[in-house]
């Protein structure tokens, strides 16, 4: 018995590192306050003091030309291709917007919001025919 503990392993007898265990923990108490923040909060409970970045969620992202173009060669169209299917694909957003934020009351209504939808489908359709022609 007293040859295998001879043999044992140092490394296993060390102290825990503790440098590396608190740069890896996030803040977990408010620096206006003091109280500890509730688990997955984005603001103290307390006194509304905002929790560092350590726990915030990604700011929202506009795509860029970049994206675009990535986008074309997944789909395998050209750049003003891809800008044309995505402002005929608006387009038809559009027109499913009149119809659901107008309500016709009167015959006259009803003719305008039939008129507003005509144009919309007509601009998607309009774009879709140019993302066609500019097809490679």
């Given at each position: 018995?007293?040859?295998?503990?001879?043999?044992?392993?140092?490394e296993f007898?060390?102290?825990?590192?503790?440098?590396?265990?608190?740069?890896?923990?996030?803040?977990?108490?408010?620096?206006?306050?003091?109280?500890?923040?509730?688990?997955?909060?984005?603001?103290?409970?307390?006194?509304?003091?905002?929790?560092?970045?350590?726990?915030t969620e990604?700011?929202?992202?506009?795509?860029?030309?970049?994206?675009?173009?990535?986008?074309?060669?997944?789909?395998?169209?050209?750049?003003?291709?891809?800008?044309?299917?995505?402002?005929?694909?608006?387009?038809?957003?559009?027109?499913?917007?009149?119809?659901?934020?107008?309500?016709?009351?009167?015959?006259?209504?009803?003719?305008?919001?039939?008129?507003?939808?005509?144009?919309?489908?007509?601009?998607?359709?309009?774009?879709?025919?140019?993302?066609?022609?500019?097809?490679?």
């Amino acid at each position: 018995m007293a040859e295998a503990a001879n043999q044992a392993q140092h490394e296993f007898w060390r102290p825990p590192a503790t440098e590396t265990i608190i740069k890896l923990q996030p803040t977990t108490a408010c620096g206006g306050c003091g109280t500890e923040f509730i688990v997955s909060s984005v603001y103290c409970h307390s006194c509304g003091l905002k929790r560092p970045a350590a726990n915030t969620e990604p700011e929202l992202e506009i795509p860029g030309l970049a994206e675009l173009s990535a986008l074309g060669e997944r789909l395998g169209l050209t750049t003003p291709a891809v800008a044309a299917f995505l402002l005929g694909a608006m387009c038809l957003v559009g027109a499913l917007a009149v119809s659901v934020c107008f309500s016709a009351r009167t015959t006259l209504d009803w003719q305008a919001i039939q008129l507003w939808r005509i144009e919309w489908l007509v601009a998607a359709v309009a774009a879709f025919v140019a993302g066609c022609l500019l097809k490679k």
